[in-house]
Every structure is written in C-alpha cells, then in structure tokens.
C-alpha cells in the first residue's frame, strides 16, 4: 500500500512562502495523481490542488489558485507544493493523498481519494 508523508510546514508571517514536500513509498510515484489538501479546525476539508501521475496536468481550488504551485519528481517520489503570499486563512494541516480517478473536475478529485498522510501544519501569523 502507498504511503505517504508530508514535510515543510511551519510558522511563517502573512505574506510569506512555505514549500511542502510529500514523499511517496509503496509503489511506483508515476503510477498515482496526487492531491493536496487542507483542513482547518472545525471545517470541512478543502482541495488545494491535484497533479496527474505524469505533471502534465494541474488543478487548483479557489484559494490556492494564482498563489500555489503543484510540481513533482516521479524519480524523487515526491511532489511539492510552492505556497507564496500566504494569509492567515491559509492556516490548517496539509495534507497530500492519492487521488483515484484522476484530477478531473474539482468536485470529483476532492472526493476520491485513496491513501493519505497524517499532515504538516502550517500557521501563517504575525
């Protein structure tokens, strides 16, 4: 089974940038589409951004849009998220997942996922 583990976060200032690694074991990294996503206390989990197994493609939710970046290494197995601009509504656990059908339309790549990692918090704050 895959696993997956997520790095990179942190205490950062509003306006600032954090770039988040997830590392992938289990199998092949070329094989899955990965997604990045977020839950903040007490709401609902929220899709940051997916990548195809290839790169080729790249989705973004709202908020990350313009702001994040999604970027992987089949060979490093491992994909990373570039956040820049930062606020403190960006503050939540990130977490990266296997997304099983692939990144398609928003509502249909938040909702299918296969494994997980345990997450990264990130706290944007002065």
């Known amino acids: 089974q895959l696993q997956l583990v997520e790095s990179g976060g942190g205490l950062v200032q509003p306006g600032g940038s954090l770039r988040l690694s997830c590392v992938v074991s289990?199998?092949?990294?070329?094989?899955?589409?990965i997604g990045w996503f977020r839950q903040a206390p007490g709401q609902e989990r929220e899709g940051v951004s997916c990548?195809?197994?290839?790169?080729?493609?790249?989705k973004y939710g709202d908020s990350a849009q313009g702001r994040f970046t999604v970027s992987r290494d089949n060979a490093k197995n491992t994909v990373w998220l570039q956040m820049n601009s930062l606020k403190p509504q960006d503050t939540a656990v990130y977490y990266c997942?296997?997304?099983?059908?692939?990144?398609?339309?928003?509502?249909?790549?938040?909702?299918?996922?296969?494994?997980y990692g345990r997450g990264t918090q990130v706290t944007v704050s002065s």
């Open positions: 289990g199998g092949p990294l070329a094989f899955y589409a």
């Open positions: 997942a296997e997304v099983v059908s692939g990144c398609g339309p928003y509502a249909r790549w938040t909702l299918d996922l296969g494994f």
């Open positions: 990548i195809s197994s290839s790169g080729k493609t790249t």
